[in-house]
């Protein structure tokens, strides 16, 4: 057991690198959540409970105080059931904060627990890194993402943090999640000639969006190497061989010309169209729209890809790539569907699925 007075070589304290390599799994499972499309979404509900479980238990036996302990389970918990909750699957959210805390929602609360540890950054920068961390990958605290309020909050974080250490120092095992939010700083650049500063900043702006572009990229592949899929994705339930047919009948020509396929599980459909047959997809997934209209529930659309394109300047990274795909998708669902019922997500994946490059669009019936 690692004692919380020891310091490592850059004189932390063991405890908060012990906070820190038993909240990455978490925080990478949590991530993940967005990508989810459970078979069974109580049971990765139920997983989840257990994985926070597992970490406060783990922390506590590696040295982290209590207190410790319970700001990075809140802060997770919190962020655990927005995930959930935004889902289409999610039926009111995992209920985390309740089950660990008593509690129904954290917002407030999280910004008085920020406000706490930001007055002491250096006692709390475990915990201030991976408050950044969540913020930077979606947690949003009660405010929506990409807000200047949610903005200005993650800005907060890594000033406090910055008063504890300069940025370059921050401990690495954080680091290359907070750089996913964290644009590149462009160079000054001191021409008189207007027209050609024009031309420079568009060439820096390119460049920038490349950039960031693939260090999301990295960061995504990280966290996927980091959680095994399953441990996310629950597998098929046995009763999806015998699940009643919702798709399948209303698209049978389609099914029987290739033009896409069709897996009706228990608890979920799922539409399954290669991208590099979009461009021809106008028709079926029309009828896809009809077949969709006469059954209640969610509609997710998920575009994958390989990471097999190379980057341009109006795709600067294959999870763009995706999205745009399963954008296309989406806008020929919604005159049938409508926003409420529809969700949009991307995913970069090269092992996972046939086609790798595809678009699924997954029913989740009432």
Known sequence: ??????????????????LRVEALPLVALVARLGE???????????SLAAAVAHFEANARVAGVDEAGVAAASYVLCAWGDEQFGAAPWGAGGAGLLQRFHGEA???????????RLAEK????????????????????AGMAL??????????????????AAPAPALVASWHCAAAAASPPRAPRVALPAVLLLGVLAVGIYSASQLQLAARVDGVLAALQRLVPASTVAAQPVAAAATAPPRLAPELQGDIEAGRLSVRDEALRSVVVVSAD?????TGPLTRLGAALKKLPGKVLVVGYTDGSDPPTARMPSAWH??????????????PQLGD?????????????????????????PQ
């Open 340 to 364: 409420e019922r529809l969700a949009v997500e991307a995913r970069v994946d090269a092992a996972a699925g046939a086609p790798l490059r595809r678009v699924e669009i997954v029913l989740f």
């Open 277 to 281: 047959a979009l461009g021809d997809a």
């Open 36 to 46: 989810a499309t459970p078979a069974d979404p109580a049971e990765l509900r139920r």
């Open 1 to 18: 057991m690692m004692q919380a007075d020891a310091p490592d070589r850059a004189g932390e304290p063991a405890a908060a690198r012990a």
């Open 121 to 140: 950054p250096r006692e709390h920068r475990a915990l201030l890194e991976l408050f950044h961390t969540c913020l930077s990958l979606g947690l949003r």
């Open 146 to 163: 990409g807000s200047r309020d949610h903005e200005i909050l993650r800005t907060r974080v890594h000033l406090a943090l910055e008063q």
């Open 321 to 334: 790539q995706a999205m745009e795909w399963a954008r296309g998708a989406a806008d020929i669902l919604r």
């Open 105 to 115: 929602e954290g917002g407030d609360r999280l910004l008085r627990l920020l406000s």
